[in-house]
């Protein structure tokens, strides 16, 4: 048992943001497939639905699952194939969660203004 | 806990699991795991990021899948993504479903809504042709 420290967080969000993830997956082709019915169809409907911005926040948190879960693959990978992975795997979540936070800067900068209609 | 911990390196895996497939599923969640993480982050910048994610609408989305690049980039996408993903809700379903019935009645819900779900992306991928479609909707308004 890892007793609550960084190694069970760090399963802990990797197991809830795949869980959410793969039911967004399951959802978002069956939506994009709607494009198969033209442009006549239910495709424009639907996505105009899903441009209300409660979904809007909600893509928000799915792109912050989908980068902490890669990169917290990584440091899995880390830990299973390389000799000092398991040796590092605190810090290396610290910089999972870390990086993650870097990179939702410029993401959080570039959609905020769009869903507040003033981008 | 019953299950018995998760194993750590790729010897470890290989003592603990008692079959070839569980192995090569642990081997390819890795593999798939990191081809993902260059196909997830492309596809954010590309939709997300290059664009308006709050402008997508049909004329988008078919630009884009008449790109015979765009349709092989997604068909990757959706192959390593569902595979990666369903495998990884198996694993969900073993770790917290304990009840045999319910297990497999989870897992042939599951395994049924992908495979739906497979067919249907790969029909809205290669079924039709966006740049004949395209064409016909103009010829269609003039």
Partial sequence: MYRGREGQWAFVLHRMSGVALALFLLLHVIDISLVMWGPDGPFNAFL??????????GLIVVIAGVVYHALNGLRIIMMDFTTWGVKYQAPLWYGVLGLTTLIGIPVLWKIVPEILGIA | MARAA????FRDAQATYQTNSELAWWVFMRVSGFLLVFLTFGHL??????????EIDFDYVASRLAQPSVRV?????????LLHGVNGLRYSI????????RRVAAKVA?????????????????????????????????
């Fill in chain 2, 45 to 54: 910048w590309a939709n997300n990021m290059a664009f308006n994610a709050g």
């Fill in chain 2, 6 to 9: 998760a194993p750590r390196t």
């Fill in chain 1, 48 to 57: 105009a639905f899903y441009h209300q911005w409660p979904f809007r926040v």
């Fill in chain 2, 110 to 142: 599951l395994f049924t809504v992908a495979g739906i779900v497979f067919v249907l992306g790969v029909m809205a991928l290669w079924t039709f042709s966006f740049s004949e479609m395209g064409d016909a909707v103009r010829a269609l308004n003039e």
């Fill in chain 2, 94 to 101: 073993e770790d917290y479903i304990q009840r045999p019935q």
């Fill in chain 2, 73 to 81: 980039y997604d068909s990757f996408l959706l192959l390593f993504a």
